[in-house]
């Protein structure tokens, strides 16, 4: 089992949907879980962290994190042509220099 | 104030050759990690500083990859001997005091895209 899981899609949706982006992970004492959005050929860009279980809304994303299922997932609502990108799922290591791992990324189109 | 930069932008080079990847952490930055990103793929972490102390070396994936920091601000990514399988996006991130705090994140320069022919 990887350490961390995303599935890599493509994940299409139409402009003004709802897309859901989900993540697993193996270590359960991670506290410390991030999105990236990755335009392509662009480095990564944080968009949203979470800590603590429950949601967390900034703006069109909730990130919403369940330890005990080890899930966290974001949600991007009234999706947009922008938006479309490759979202990753990091996740804080719990121990030696908590290093994050990255999942290898869900491939997101928003279409018109 | 200014990103990470990191420079080359693209390097090709011939199987056999040394690279060297610069990489200038946001100022200030105590913390400053190299990730290795192949196609299709999440980024892979290879070192780690703190300062000019390298604290964490695991990812490294042969003795072909040697990173430095001497002064605890610029780091440079050097590969020796390239091959075929290192052609991939070298990624820097830098953060203000990894690992502090639990909120602490790391931001990412433009990456150097290296091709091995």
């Known amino acids: 089992q990887k350490e961390v899981e995303q599935n890599s899609g493509p994940l299409s949706v139409p402009e003004g949907a709802i897309a859901s982006l989900n993540c697993t992970y193996s270590d359960r004492g991670s506290q410390s879980f991030f999105w990236y959005r990755q335009y392509s050929g662009k480095s990564p860009e944080l968009i949203m962290s979470?800590?603590?279980?429950g949601d967390k809304e900034d703006g069109r994303f909730t990130a919403q994190l369940n330890k005990a299922s080890q899930y966290v997932s974001l949600l991007i609502r009234d999706s947009q042509p922008s938006d479309s990108a490759t979202y990753l799922c990091?996740?804080?290591?719990?121990?030696?220099?908590?290093?994050?791992?990255f999942g290898r990324g869900t491939s997101l189109i928003v279409h018109p | 104030g200014a990103g990470v930069s990191q420079s080359p932008r693209y390097k090709v080079a011939k199987r056999g050759q040394d690279v060297a990847l610069r990489c200038d952490p946001i100022s200030g930055h105590v913390s400053l990690f190299w990730y290795q990103q192949a196609l299709g793929q999440g980024p892979e972490f290879l070192t780690y500083f703190q300062n000019e102390a390298q604290l964490d070396k695991s990812g490294l994936p042969s003795d072909r990859f040697f990173a430095e920091r001497p002064e605890g601000s610029v780091s440079t990514l050097k590969i020796q001997r390239t091959q075929q399988e290192d052609s991939a996006v070298y990624l820097c991130?830098?953060?203000?005091?990894?690992?502090?705090?639990?909120?602490?994140?790391?931001?990412f320069g433009p990456g150097t895209r290296l091709l091995v022919l």
């Open positions: 991130a830098s953060s203000l005091d990894w690992p502090a705090e639990i909120q602490e994140t790391q931001y």
């Open positions: 979470i800590y603590s279980n």
């Open positions: 990091a996740v804080r290591k719990s121990g030696g220099s908590y290093i994050p791992t």
